[in-house]
């Protein structure tokens, strides 16, 4: 059996889609949910796969962090568009300021426009409902 802790520490991108491929019920079960382990890889496919597989982009941490919140704390700037695309709304707030409203905050505002542009593209092009 692949040792999944492992797959994601060492970044075996093969072994973490076998998993995926395999696994009937990752979802949010496991500790931490699968969607923080993948943030850790730095790779967009997996993060994707993940998501594909029904696992929440908007699940939050122990400690009530988001996915977003947690990217741009640990300064993986490289995945907030694909988080922002694949769901994960950078106007959400929790306990603790929103995504925006922390660039706001701590003077990283272009990355709050830059959040801003991508979560206006995703909603500019989802499908509309006609009534």
Do not use: H
Request: aromatic letters at 10%; one cysteine or more; hydrophobic letters at 40%.
């Amino acid at each position: 059996m692949i040792n999944v802790a492992y797959a994601l520490d060492y970044k075996d991108n093969e072994s973490i889609q076998y998993v995926l491929d395999k696994t009937q019920t990752l979802k949010n079960e496991m500790d931490p949910p699968w969607i923080f382990q993948a943030l850790e890889t730095n790779n967009r496919e997996i993060i994707r796969a993940v998501v594909a597989e029904g696992v929440s982009i908007e699940k939050e941490n122990e400690r009530g962090f988001s996915v977003l919140q947690i990217a741009l704390a640990r300064g993986k700037f490289s995945l907030l568009q694909t988080l922002i695309e694949l769901g994960a709304d950078p106007y959400a707030a929790n306990q603790w300021d929103s995504p925006i409203t922390w660039c706001e905050k701590t003077g990283q505002t272009a990355w709050a426009e830059k959040m801003e542009a991508w979560y206006q593209a995703r909603i500019e092009t989802r499908p509309q409902v006609n009534d």
